[in-house]
Structures are given as C-alpha cells and as structure tokens.
Antibody, heavy 115, light 110 residues
Framework: EVQLVESGGGLVQPGGSLRLSCAASGFTFSSYWMSWVRQAPGKGLEWVANIKQDGSEKYYVDSVKGRLTISRDNAKNSLYLQMSSLRAEDTAVYYC????????WGQGTLVTVSS | QSVLTQPPSVSAAPGQKVTISCSGSSSNIGNHYVSWYQQLPGTAPKLLIYENNKRPSGIPDRFSGSKSGTSATLGITGLQTGDEADYYCGTWDSSLSAWVFGGGTKLTVL
C-alpha cells in the first residue's frame, strides 16, 4: 500500500524558513517523479513543484521560484521542500504526491505564515 | 485565475448523471493527458481518472473521463450523496513547464 506522510508544518513568521518532509513507503520511490501541491484555506489546489526520479530535473510554479526548493533522498525514500522568505500567501496545506499524474497523495501538513 | 476553466458548481439529484467540463488550450489539454481528482470534505485529493479516461483500481465505473481537443469532461452516473465533493482537473502545461489545475467544481447531490 502506497503511503505518503508529510511533516514539518507549523507557524512561522513572514520572512522565515521551514523544511517540509514527505516519507514514502509501499512503492519504489526512486522510480517516480514526486510533487508538492498546496491548498490555501478555502481555496483550490495549486501545484508547487516537482522533481525527477534522480533529482536532475526540477520545475516550480512562478510564485515560488527562488524561495522554495524541492529535493529528494532516494536512499531514505524521502521528499523535501525547503521554504524560505515565506509570505502570508504561502499559508496552505502542503501535500506531497507521486508520479507525473499525481497518482497518490499524502494527508498534508499545514503551514501558517503569520506574525 | 486558473489556467484550466471549470464551472464553480454543479448539482443533480441522487441517481442522476452529471458532467463537469474543463477547458484549456493547446499548451496543456490539447497536447497532454488530463487527470481528474476528487476531494471529499476535510480530506486529501484522490485520483479519479488518469490519461484522459482511465480509472485507477478501486474507482467505480460510474466515473468516466473524456477529452476532445482542448477540453475534457468528467462524467458521474448514478449519483450518490457520498459523491458530494470538490472535483479538479489537472494536466501538464508545456508553455509554463508546470502542472496546472482547474479552479475546482463543487458537486452538490440534492
């Protein structure tokens, strides 16, 4: 059974940093693209970034370029999102998801950016 | 404003059929597979349809997908109250080099 468990969310001040993690199990993690998707309170889904199996390709939505960095550790079956220079508009539930088509999703972790 | 356009809401009675449209362009739907996701209240999204019209295992055949040109459609037959949820279409956009979603459609089963 595919399992994705996000962690690392919390309350952070504007301009601050946070690192999200996603622990994967139940599938061959190193064989799949991985993505981060977020959902602001009461809003729709917004794709944030994805990363190729070996980490050689990464893509980001324009609004996070230069501030959020996606990475992975295939030896640890883990996906990460390093978040810096955080803004109020980054407040959202952050989901990790598998595959090019976002086949499986975790339960999400809430990031709140507020003073 | 989303790259893909969906109606904000649709509704129908139990047992009836409903369709949800998703409109895009040649840089996204026109040249890439479309996926559909269901998000029940308070839960994470779940994949309903992938590669335009394929259902993952466990998804009932009441759910169907189709694509024509730069538009895609999700169909749900035999509506149940448990189908009340938000539905999102999504695909890759080669001009943006980004995955894009529709704004979501809230389904109400009256």
């Amino acid at each position: 059974e595919v399992q994705l468990v996000e962690s690392g969310g919390g309350l952070v001040q504007p301009g601050g940093s946070l690192r999200l993690s996603c622990a994967a199990s139940g599938f061959t993690f190193s064989s799949y693209w991985m993505s981060w998707v977020r959902q602001a309170p009461g809003k729709g889904l917004e794709w944030v970034a994805n990363i190729k199996q070996d980490g050689s390709e990464k893509y980001y939505v324009d609004s996070v370029k230069g501030r959020l960095t996606i990475s992975r550790d295939n030896a640890k079956n883990s996906l990460y999102l390093q978040m810096s220079s955080l803004r109020a508009e980054d407040t959202a539930v952050y989901y990790c998801a598998t595959g090019v088509g976002l086949d499986y999703w975790g339960q999400g972790t809430l990031v709140t950016v507020s003073s | 404003q989303s790259v893909l356009t969906q109606p904000p809401s649709v509704s129908a009675a139990p047992g009836q059929k409903v369709t949800i449209s998703c409109s895009g362009s040649s840089s996204n739907i026109g040249n890439h597979y479309v996926s559909w996701y269901q998000q029940l209240p308070g839960t994470a999204p779940k994949l309903l349809i992938y590669e335009n019209n394929k259902r993952p295992s466990g998804i009932p055949d009441r759910f169907s997908g189709s694509k024509s040109g730069t538009s895609a459609t999700l169909g749900i037959t035999g509506l149940q109250t448990g189908d009340e949820a938000d539905y999102y279409c999504g695909t890759w956009d080669s001009s943006l080099s980004a995955w894009v979603f529709g704004g979501g459609t809230k389904l109400t089963v009256l």
